[in-house]
């Protein structure tokens, strides 16, 4: 056993104060000097001078100087780690937690030889000597830094600037030092149970671990392109090739090694092409060879990618939000953690991105007008003026004014309008919105990226309803008479309602499976070079 001890003081001139985490700009912690060795669960206690000296010599943790004394401040500079008998539950409890997410994940950047040594050293006594005490104001240390480092990575996510790509949705802040002390101090052996893990955040982690596995043993054999889409009766030497990577991915399929491609073949195909985003139509075409022709490693990547904006999410804890996925091309209401709506949207071109962020809903704008923004008209509609001279009046457009020489034109109300009946704001910087459309038609389209950068949603009659459900004068028939006034209504909500325009290619859905969309805005391929570049 080994009693109190304070390390002899050093003389530093200069104290380094420097924390890349954004809770350096807190108010510092006060030093809880009620905390005593007589009142204390131990007696042992850190000199704030080798606390100092330890943040100023190099190592993995120097990003967390700010946490590292906020926290021994508000002990008092007690240890967290030990008690007179040596290392605590939660220290045993935290080293195994971290080397099992190591072990699952395959993460290796949380890798600390060091940490690794001075555990094994001073676990391996039964009650630990004065002589190791060198060791045990190490391991102390360590630990404590290697905390900050977990739960920095897993819980708030890795140093990058979100808006370098393209994501403006605020990320979610965690409090480390509270975290850690949550965790000394109640005795918890995991920290998820004082931070709020969303639940595609989880489920991709349990993905992540399978897929690590498969990749171990794919059979890493091209699938070569077919002349035509192949159809249930047909044979084909890609039909083997095909059923052994499905029964990999899909556990639905007995694999063999016949050509002919049989039912049970075609509705793994459909399920396939289902988490996939594909046209559930059986064929074998080759959008879905190139996509079982994916390498499970960069599926991997995706996953991880995926699971990193998961945690840029900030808490919606029993809310009620809008969610638009623009990979997925779907809308989704969620009350109280259970999906309440869901239906497909068309979001921005290639060409023109819908913008990644959040807002609020406040406005419905029955039977709206379509104010053309400037680069439309400028672009489009001026031409098309010069091609016909009755194009204004063909669209039932009108020109309200000129700003520096520009027209400003605008489409009246009416099902011809490109907005169609109806529009939904959530006020942004962006200018953009959710919208009624008369191209229904475009809605069949499984890849549905045809728009400007606004959202069209295929059912706004539907949503309408919804966001009035507690208002009993906006019945289905008002509703459906605003939609056809002929100018324009609007109404505003009394509760705005939280919209999320986020970017996932990967999630698990509400009937647990792994779903995986196209990079088309080539967001994932910008992140995979910031999270993967070494």
């Given amino acids: 056993m080994f009693r109190k001890f304070l390390i002899a003081p050093v003389c530093i001139t200069v104290l380094l104060y420097t924390c890349a985490c954004t809770d350096n700009k807190m108010p510092t912690v006060e030093r809880d000097t009620t905390i005593t060795a007589a009142t204390a669960f131990n007696e042992l206690f850190i000199d704030s001078v080798y606390l100092s000296s330890f943040l100023l010599s190099p190592h993995h943790y120097q990003a967390f100087t700010k946490q590292y004394r906020d926290f021994y401040s508000s002990r008092n500079y007690e240890f967290a780690w030990f008690d007179s008998t040596g290392l605590t539950e939660q220290a045993h409890n935290f080293y195994n937690l971290q080397n099992n997410h190591i072990v699952t994940t395959g993460d290796s950047a949380l890798y600390n030889d060091a940490l690794h040594r001075l555990y094994d050293s001073v676990s391996a006594y039964p009650t630990i000597p004065d002589s190791e005490k060198q060791r045990v104001l190490q391991l102390e240390m360590t630990l404590t830094g290697q905390f900050f480092r977990y739960a920095a990575k897993l819980y ?5 600037n979100p808006a370098e790509l393209g994501w403006y949705i605020p990320r979610k802040k965690i409090d480390l030092t509270a975290l850690l002390d ?24 349990a993905e992540l671990a399978r897929y690590i596995e498969l990749e171990k043993k794919e059979v890493k054999e091209t699938i070569p392109k077919v002349k035509r889409p192949l159809k249930k009766g047909d044979t084909s030497a890609v039909v083997p090739l095909a059923k052994s990577r499905l029964a990999l991915l899909q556990d639905e399929l007995f694999a063999n090694n016949s050509n002919l491609y049989d039912a049970d073949l075609e509705q793994a195909v459909k399920t396939y092409q289902r988490r996939n985003g594909l046209a559930e139509d059986g064929l074998i ?29 900030p808490v919606q804890r029993g809310s009620n939000f809008v969610m638009v996925n623009i990979p997925e091309f779907k809308l989704h209401v969620v009350n109280n953690s259970a999906q309440e709506l869901e239906m497909k949207v068309i979001v921005g071109s290639a060409l ?11 406005y419905i704008v029955f039977s709206p007008y379509w104010n053309v923004p400037p680069s439309i008209t400028r672009n489009e509609i001026l031409p098309a003026i010069r091609r016909n001279g009755n194009y204004l009046s063909r669209n039932h457009m009108e020109i309200t004014g000129y700003v520096n020489g520009l027209p400003e034109i605008r489409q009246k109300p009416g ?51 919804y966001l009035l459900r507690n208002e009993p004068a906006y019945t289905s028939e008002v509703i459906d008479s605003l939609m056809h006034l002929g100018k324009e209504k609007w109404v505003v909500l009394k509760k705005p309602l939280p919209v999320f325009l986020v970017y996932f290619t990967a999630w698990v859905d509400q009937e647990g499976v792994l779903n995986f969309r196209k990079d088309f805005y080539g967001h994932d391929e910008k992140m995979m070079k910031k999270l993967f570049n070494n």
């Fill in 156 to 160: 708030k996510g890795a140093e990058i």
């Fill in 182 to 205: 949550s965790v000394i101090n109640n005795g918890k052996d995991d920290p998820e149970q004082y931070v709020h893990i969303n639940r595609l955040y989880k489920s991709l982690e």
């Fill in 285 to 313: 075409s080759n959008h879905v060879i190139e996509a079982l022709n994916v390498p499970l490693k960069r599926r991997v990547q995706q996953i991880l990618v995926n699971m990193e904006r998961a945690r840029w999410l």
């Fill in 352 to 362: 023109h991105n819908t913008v990644i962020f959040t807002a609020q809903l406040q």
């Fill in 415 to 465: 099902e011809h309008n490109s907005l169609g009946l109806v529009k939904f704001l959530f006020p942004n910087n962006y200018n953009i919105y959710l919208h009624d459309t008369p191209g229904k038609h475009l809605f069949n389209q499984a890849g549905r990226g045809f728009s400007h950068g606004c959202i069209r949603i295929e059912e706004p009659k539907k949503f309408a309803e």
